[in-house]
């Protein structure tokens, strides 16, 4: 993106950690996945976050030879010898403009994450894995990194407060780069918030939905110059790199398959059309939409012409149908007493239906009176969330699907 639109500009890129996907199947296929990408885009350091090391040794050891960049961190140590358990830091040397007093400049990454007492993990040959402060650690490494290098850049997994207690206790630090949770730091240089001394911090959020982005000029030779931060946020209006949206769809469809294994295995009569568990007497238990329609035929009609009437084909064209992660917002109950399994043992509660925001209807209207039902756009961001729907407006979304009479809901 960078480099197409300034061509002849160097582009390193990197990443402050914790990127690992949770410690079961799926979240190792993502992190493989995420890995290849980073390959593919040419990474040159990732810093060692906490969850890189939450799969387990082994795993990262096998990540960590398939990754065509290093891993640095300075907090994450062996227990026995308080020494980092990958490169402490490592010097990456970039070319700088043609015409340039020098022909390159040399710029040092380290990392650190939170330290956490209770954090343990078992390394090869029984050896234990802790943390140590990630403030102290990098007052001790940063001389070492300012010897070798132009420039000095800590890639962080801490909070804001900590980032800046690090610009303040290890001298020599040019930048603090990466974050902790959504926090988004200034992208100017705001004395005692982005800039502690000499030292720069920028923190870019959570979720990999932005590219926190520095640009560096450089003076008499290889003395930093100006540097400009820029928040990028990576909305669908930036075009998919081919290749990489392949590998993408590829994971998806793998962890789709997984979980449909899984649910195959957990109900083997599911492609027989078995019936619902049995739920005790007395229990509201989700019925399908269909049962709603001879007493409120027009809302009906209108729900069965809305998009959230073929919720489920979504899924089902994008080979997600047995994501849980996706399910959930694009059928009836799912994960509730009497609600969504899997399409061929409920079909019936496919799709956004009546149930998925009015409730289970089963004993309506015999033994539930008037307010069955009453709902708020409250109802609408339990799946329209910033991360899954971030063009939701009720303004604009609720005429689509309004199927009721004003008059006649507030009497």
Same mark, same amino acid.
Request: glycine share 10%; with cysteine.
């Given at each position: 993106?960078?480099?197409?639109?300034y061509?002849g500009?160097?582009v390193?890129?990197?990443d402050a950690g914790?990127f690992t996907g949770?410690?079961?199947?799926?979240g190792?296929r993502?992190t493989?996945?995420?890995?290849e990408?980073?390959n593919?885009?040419?990474?040159k350091v990732?810093?060692?976050?906490?969850?890189?090391?939450?799969q387990?040794?082994?795993?990262f050891?096998a990540?960590?030879?398939r990754?065509?960049f290093?891993?640095?961190s300075?907090?994450?140590?062996w227990?026995?010898?308080?020494?980092p358990?990958?490169?402490?830091f490592?010097v990456?040397?970039?070319?700088?403009?043609?015409?340039?007093k020098?022909?390159?400049?040399?710029i040092?990454f380290?990392?650190?994450?939170?330290?956490?007492?209770a954090?343990?993990?078992?390394?090869?040959?029984?050896?234990?894995?802790?943390?140590?402060?990630?403030?102290?650690?990098?007052?001790?490494?940063?001389?070492?990194?300012r010897?070798?290098?132009?420039v000095?850049v800590?890639?962080?997994?801490?909070?804001?407060?900590?980032?800046?207690?690090?610009?303040?206790?290890?001298?020599?630090?040019?930048?603090?780069?990466?974050?902790l949770g959504a926090v988004?730091?200034r992208a100017?240089?705001?004395?005692e918030d982005?800039?502690i001394?000499?030292t720069r911090i920028?923190?870019?959020?959570?979720?990999g939905?932005?590219?926190?982005?520095v640009?560096?000029?450089f003076?008499?030779?290889?003395?930093?110059?100006?540097a400009?931060?820029?928040?990028v946020?990576l909305?669908?209006?930036?075009?998919?790199?081919p290749?990489l949206a392949?590998?993408?769809?590829?994971?998806?469809?793998?962890?789709?398959?997984?979980?449909?294994?899984? +649910?195959?295995?957990?109900?083997?009569?599911? !492609?027989?059309g @078995?019936t619902?568990?049995v739920?005790?007497?007395?229990t =509201? *238990? %989700?019925?399908?939409?269909?049962?709603?329609?001879?007493c409120?035929?027009t809302?009906?009609?209108?729900?069965?012409?809305?998009?959230?009437?073929r919720?489920?084909?979504?899924?089902v064209?994008?080979?997600q149908?047995?994501?849980?992660?996706?399910?959930g917002?694009?059928?009836?109950?799912?994960g509730?007493p009497?609600?969504?399994?899997?399409?061929?043992?409920?079909?019936?509660?496919?799709?956004?239906g009546c149930?998925?925001?009015?409730?289970p209807?089963?004993?309506?209207?015999d033994?539930?009176?008037?307010?069955?039902? +009453?709902?708020?756009?409250?109802?609408?961001? !339990?799946?329209h @969330?910033?991360?899954n729907?971030?063009?939701?407006?009720p =303004? *604009? %979304?609720?005429?689509?699907?309004?199927?009721?009479?004003?008059a006649?809901?507030?009497?």
């Amino acid at each position: 993106m960078f480099q197409e639109k300034y061509p002849g500009v160097p582009v390193l890129y990197v990443d402050a950690g914790d990127f690992t996907g949770d410690p079961n199947v799926p979240g190792q296929r993502q992190t493989d996945a995420l890995v290849e990408a980073m390959n593919q885009m040419g990474y040159k350091v990732a810093a060692l976050g906490l969850r890189e090391l939450s799969q387990g040794w082994e795993t990262f050891a096998a990540r960590r030879a398939r990754a065509r960049f290093p891993f640095v961190s300075a907090n994450i140590v062996w227990k026995d010898t308080a020494e980092p358990v990958v490169d402490p830091f490592i010097v990456v040397s970039a070319p700088l403009r043609r015409g340039a007093k020098a022909k390159e400049v040399r710029i040092a990454f380290t990392g650190v994450t939170m330290g956490n007492p209770a954090f343990l993990k078992q390394g090869p040959d029984g050896r234990s894995i802790v943390t140590i402060d990630p403030i102290e650690a990098a007052a001790r490494i940063v001389p070492r990194m300012r010897e070798k290098a132009d420039v000095v850049v800590v890639l962080s997994s801490i909070d804001i407060d900590k980032a800046r207690a690090l610009a303040r206790r290890a001298k020599g630090v040019d930048f603090v780069l990466g974050g902790l949770g959504a926090v988004q730091s200034r992208a100017d240089d705001f004395p005692e918030d982005s800039l502690i001394g000499t030292t720069r911090i920028q923190m870019v959020g959570d979720q990999g939905k932005n590219l926190g982005e520095v640009r560096l000029t450089f003076k008499d030779g290889r003395a930093l110059g100006t540097a400009q931060r820029a928040l990028v946020a990576l909305t669908r209006d930036w075009p998919d790199q081919p290749e990489l949206a392949r590998l993408m769809a590829a994971t998806r469809e793998s962890i789709n398959e997984y979980h449909k294994g899984q +649910a195959a295995a957990a109900n083997p009569f599911a !492609t027989q059309g @078995t019936t619902a568990p049995v739920i005790p007497a007395g229990t =509201a *238990t %989700y019925t399908g939409s269909e049962r709603c329609q001879p007493c409120h035929e027009t809302e009906f009609g209108t729900w069965a012409g809305s998009s959230h009437a073929r919720a489920f084909e979504i899924l089902v064209s994008n080979k997600q149908d047995y994501n849980p992660r996706c399910v959930g917002c694009h059928v009836v109950g799912y994960g509730r007493p009497g609600g969504f399994r899997d399409a061929a043992s409920t079909p019936r509660l496919i799709h956004v239906g009546c149930e998925s925001c009015h409730g289970p209807s089963s004993l309506h209207p015999d033994a539930v009176g008037a307010g069955y039902g +009453a709902t708020t756009t409250d109802a609408c961001r !339990t799946c329209h @969330t910033t991360e899954n729907s971030p063009d939701f407006n009720p =303004a *604009t %979304y609720i005429p689509r699907v309004r199927h009721w009479d004003e008059a006649r809901a507030a009497r």
